[in-house]
């Protein structure tokens, strides 16, 4: 999943690849400040999507998805850090549970995100949560479905893809609309402070 927010130009994605592809990966890179400070005692790095499979994950063999750009505390960091015009002031998040699994049953695939932290603002304090999921025909079954017969199996699949589009499309989706909800309740909670002409300072 990308870091929220979705830049103005597409040209920027490339220029800035190179932070966002090793911001997982970079030990050294220091995302805290001074006015932010982001909690989650449960966050595992290797971890970031729960997946459960229709085929492996009986035999405890099953995987799981790891972010490539980095886990939701880093993901908030950055997007706090790079934009401090939007995100003024102090800020104390605790995250209590950012859940986001693949849940495979054999003729159709369930994505759901859970979202929760409690959060002091500004000195206001309050409770954030999302709940959010999507169903659609993407799963294993349909997968192997689509290796029969020429043709037979891709009728049956292919209309699924364009849908919804892959797992790892619906996975990216939803952990995007629940970070994006996230920012914007911060944004409603904190509206930033005008002069005596109504303007923003």
């Keep these: 999943m990308h870091v929220p927010r979705t830049l103005p130009d597409p040209h920027l994605i ?4 190179n932070e966002i592809k090793y911001l997982a990966y970079d030990p050294a890179q220091d995302w805290k400040s001074e006015n932010l400070e982001i909690e989650y005692s449960q966050e595992d ?6 997946y459960r499979d229709i085929f492996t994950t009986w035999t405890g063999w099953g995987r799981d998805y790891e972010n490539l750009y980095g886990p939701v505390t880093k993901l908030l960091a950055k997007e706090f850090k790079d934009n401090p015009e939007e995100y003024f002031g102090k800020t104390k998040i605790l995250i209590r549970k950012f859940h986001l699994e693949s849940v495979d049953h054999c003729i159709y695939n369930s994505v759901n995100v859970e979202f929760e932290a409690d959060v002091i603002s500004n000195g206001i304090s309050w409770n954030y949560n999302f709940k959010d999921g999507i169903e659609s025909e ?3 079954c349909m997968t192997v479905l689509a290796t029969l ?9 292919l209309p699924y ?9 619906q996975l990216n989706q939803m952990g995007r609309v629940a970070m994006l909800d996230f920012l914007d309740e911060w944004k409603k909670r904190n509206p930033k402070p005008t002069d005596k002409k109504g303007k923003a300072k």
């Design 149 to 157: 017969p020429v043709l037979t199996g891709w009728i049956v699949y």
């Design 14 to 17: 490339q220029e800035n690849w």
């Design 138 to 140: 993407v799963s294993d």
């Design 45 to 50: 790095p290797k971890r970031f999507v729960n």
């Design 161 to 169: 893809i364009g849908y919804r589009g892959s797992r790892e499309d």
